[in-house]
């Protein structure tokens, strides 16, 4: 039996993935499903990067939680990269499932297209509470193109807005991802298009881990709403020992 700690991405909470964490319960696991400061009922949306990492690492502590395979989705990797940082000795592996890697100094606007953040930029000034959200065409055919049309609409109405803070704020980290000592995993949605194959997620992110395991999957970048059954095996190949 693992521990397993799922941390979700921009836009959503530990919640959606619930789908996700029965499949890996069902194999004999403990699975947390944290939500991080800044999406969370009632959160300001003015939250930064700093604050989003000690959200989780404040629930490693309540919890008392060692020991943990820890993944982050997307945002989520900026997120545990900074937990597994402060907090290393609680963490047997790191799971980055289309995650972003950064290095001490990175913001996450640093490693997206520059179209991208323009339109955070455009849409925080439009709704002046620091917060950004998702226009649905986007969602639909860049971050989930292999759910069909009343998948992708159910799964975007759980959205929430996201404090655009944490994409802009550097990260501060002692040990850049590949000098870390804790094992490291990769999941790649081959399908996943939310970044562009131009720059995609992997090699060009991935390979920022150093060492690493891969685990290749088809789907998009929210497999969790599409194939969570699917997406619980990956975590599973991609945390075994």
Known sequence: M???????????????LEPVAAHIRSAGHIVHLPTIRGNRPGDPKTTGLDEAIQSICDYFTEQDITDAILMGHSYG?????GVADRIPTRIR???????FVPNNGECLNDMVP????????????ERGDGSVVLP????????????DLATATRAYEVLNPHPNKTFTDAIKLRTNPAEMTIAKSYINCTEDTALPHGLPW???????LGLFRLVQVPGSHELCFSEPARLAQAILDAGRD
Do not use: C
Request: net charge neutral; glycine share 6%; charged share 15%.
């Open 202 to 208: 992997h090699p060009r992110l991935s390979s920022k």
């Open 2 to 16: 693992s521990t397993y700690v799922l941390v979700h991405g921009a836009w959503h909470t530990g919640a959606e």
């Open 136 to 147: 649905f065409p986007i969602w639909r055919e860049a971050f989930i193109n292999d759910a």
């Open 77 to 81: 990797g900026m997120v545990i990269t």
């Open 93 to 99: 592996r790191l799971i980055y499932w289309n995650a």
């Open 114 to 125: 520059p179209q991208y953040v323009a339109l955070f930029d455009a849409v925080a000034a």
